[in-house]
């Protein structure tokens, strides 16, 4: 854990700053550990807040696409920060190391930690596990994309062939729906861990992780259209 230290002058302005006692060449910021987690959700928000003000389908995609990327990356920022505080706070090397570990799926790391730290599954875990999975599978189809030739026949008199064309994935977030759903699953994986350790009114815990003023889980589920 890094020791970070301020050197001050007589008159208390900040003359040095170090780091474990050695001297840092640069500026530091120190921010709550919630920060790491935060902006990721909060700039998902804005992106998909910006999306339904567009009219042109291009536009749409390019803000869908952004809330869409945030959103799993708040989860699994989310994921690594809180579990490894929790892990810290019960001096449980088990978890810490899972949540060092690299290798296999974000949902398969949120179902391992939640078996570590809370020995018992969160409320509809299964359809949570099986949505981040088939998000996180769209994720990583779209940030390591592949192209995949397609061809296009117009059957007209003369029939006209366009090769070289791809089907494009990403025209999937030019929907509205379907990036708001994935902001909410996200969302939802978050209050089902706090409920989990036991804030029965979720609304703090969702706020202090993602910045969603009064957003409770009933919210969430009507936005997803599942009974409370």
């Not at 999306?51 to 390019?62: P, V, Y």
């Not at 189809?141 to 026949?153: D, G, K």
Request: hydrophobic share 40%.
């Amino acid at each position: 854990m890094p020791i970070f230290s301020f050197a001050c002058t007589q008159d208390g302005s900040i003359e040095q700053i170090l780091r474990d006692g050695e001297p840092l060449a640069g500026p530091v910021r120190l921010e709550q550990l919630y920060s790491i987690v935060r902006i990721y959700f909060e700039l998902s928000e804005s992106n998909l807040r910006q999306m339904t003000q567009q009219e042109d389908a291009t536009r749409r995609r390019w803000f869908g696409l952004q809330s869409f990327l945030m959103s799993l990356t708040g989860l699994e920022a989310f994921t690594n920060t809180y579990f490894h505080l929790r892990g810290q706070e019960m001096g449980r090397t088990d978890v810490l190391a899972r949540v060092s570990r690299r290798e296999g799926t974000l949902s398969r790391k949120i179902q391992d930690l939640i078996e570590l730290v809370f020995g018992t599954p969160v409320l509809d875990q299964e359809r949570l596990i099986q949505q981040i999975f088939a998000l996180s599978c769209l994720r990583n189809e779209i940030v390591h994309p592949r192209w995949t030739p397609s061809t296009l026949v117009v059957q007209t008199d003369t029939a006209l062939v366009v090769e070289g064309l791809v089907e494009n994935r990403q025209a999937l977030f030019e929907d509205v729906r379907m990036c708001t759903e994935a902001r909410l699953w996200c969302r939802l994986v978050v209050a089902r861990i706090g409920q989990a350790a036991g804030n029965d009114d979720v609304h703090p815990f969702l706020f202090h992780w993602t910045g969603a003023y009064g957003m409770r889980s009933s919210d969430i589920l009507d936005g997803l259209g599942i009974p409370r």
